[in-house]
């Protein structure tokens, strides 16, 4: 069995780990799939403003997680909640374009395995397969026990 640290020293796990500013400081942790890393870089990367949106959805990640790291709250009331509980301990992170997939296996710690864009995702239902896809890989993982914390709230997480 290993710790998250541990996976990623075997990079089995990415360290997600944005420039701060000399006066920030990482209070969570977000680590990546090999596979969402290179979803990130290559598709992500290659794609520009949709919907009359100022910031593209690659630009939109790398600030949701920016934010995640250093600690921004991540619901903004009834309308807008950017991270919600999924099925059997996973969660999505969201932003106008994109729901990204993973699951805390700890607390402050987000382990993101798989995204998609937001249009590709017209109804719950469409969700099956990227939670499966979650689970199938946090179970693979040679994590230490348990794998995933099992609270509903952001409070139990963050």
Not at 13 to 30: G, K, M, T
Not at 44 to 61: D, F, I, S, V, W
Not at 114 to 121: A, P, V
């Amino acid at each position: 069995m290993a710790t998250l640290e541990h996976l990623a020293d075997r990079d089995e796990l990415i360290r997600y780990e944005p420039d701060l500013e000399s006066d920030e400081f990482p209070e969570r942790y977000a680590y990546f799939t090999p596979d969402f890393d290179t979803w990130l870089a290559a598709t992500l990367a290659e794609m520009g403003c949709r919907h009359g949106r100022n910031r593209t959805p690659y630009e939109q990640a790398e600030q949701i997680l920016y934010d995640f790291v250093i600690g921004r709250r991540l619901a903004y009331g009834s309308a807008y909640h950017p991270l919600d509980p999924l099925a059997y301990h996973v969660w999505e992170l969201k932003t106008p374009d994109l729901r990204l997939f993973g699951w805390f296996p700890k607390r402050r710690h987000f382990v993101i395995v798989c995204g998609e864009l937001k249009d590709n995702l017209k109804k719950y239902s469409d969700y099956t397969p990227y939670i499966q896809k979650v689970i199938s890989f946090r179970n693979a993982l040679d994590l230490d026990k348990p794998k995933a914390v099992t609270g509903v709230s952001q409070n139990e997480i963050l």
